[in-house]
């Protein structure tokens, strides 16, 4: 036998096997998986347009009173999962909005997903809602798009509750990407990937985003506890006891981030610049189980950056405190608020 057909035969013996595999594989996931429409293709949606962008958007509570804008983490999410803060809504304006890219808002290119195009948008919707300064409550994300937020316009905002920051400092942002490090390509993990990756191939729209939006909703929080990178945020490592509802992934936006890593392995966003000169109170809020980004992580790198910052930790919660415990996050935001409007 010739070199040529021994090379033949061993290259229909892996490409074969192969096929018939992703042939499987494909009719396996054969399925309706459905990716809702956002708010440009669905107008039942509650939205408004904000520097000409549609943003999946609602608000909750009196007109006239103090309003509250909630900021969703990601970046990527969606407010699905803090609809709780809703319960605020019978002494505060409670506004949530799915920002830029994420969750059911318009799809925009990734030039438009920086810092300062979701600061500017962030700016637009409070000129939407209110003529006095506002309170902001961000989760994860959202908190640090807060903390920018406020060294930039300090005079726009009234207080600030700060739910579990990712990182808000070069330094910070070091420690939190080695905490998080690799990822552990275990088994299930693996074939989680590959089996979300053909169910995404049978994803027929509503718009060119939907399969990627679908792949990362379902890879990032259906995978298995085992190995997933994010396990520390919660409650004995175990996915399951989090909080994770949403409607929509956005996979633009959640990658956009990784382009504002630097070869040192830092993140220079800017997110504390100035922070220092805010007066206004800040709450830091934290769940006892994250052992990533918790108590310990914020008092260490995040507190002593405002001049009026406290911290709470919420027990038996990790994360997704919000939907874990939301009885006990709303009575302590509202306490906060209640202080923070009294003055």
Known sequence: ??????????TAGVCIPTAVLCGALWLATIGEHVVPATVTDDVSLPAITVHGVRLHAEAKGPQAAPVVIVLHGGPGDDYLALLDLGALSDDYRIV???????????????????????????????????????????????????????????????SATLIEPGFLTPEASRVFLEEVGTPDLSFGLLRHAVWTGFEAMHVSGPDNHARMDHFMLRFAMEAPSEGHPLGGYFCDGDLSTASLDHWRFGATASISIQQMISPDGSVQLGLDQDVDAYPGPVLFVTGACNVLIGTAHQRAHHLDLFQNATLVEIPNAGHSLIGEKPEETVALLRDFLDDATSD
């Open 1 to 10: 036998m010739s070199w040529k057909t021994r090379v033949l035969y061993a």
């Open 96 to 158: 949530f909005y799915d920002q830029r890219g994420a969750g059911l808002s318009e799809r925009v290119d990734v030039e438009q997903l920086t810092l300062e195009a979701y600061l500017t948008e962030l700016d637009g919707v409070i000129d939407q809602f209110a003529s006095e300064p506002v309170h902001l409550v961000g989760h994860s994300w959202g908190a640090m798009l807060a903390s920018a937020y406020l060294g930039r316009h300090p005079d726009r905002v009234a």
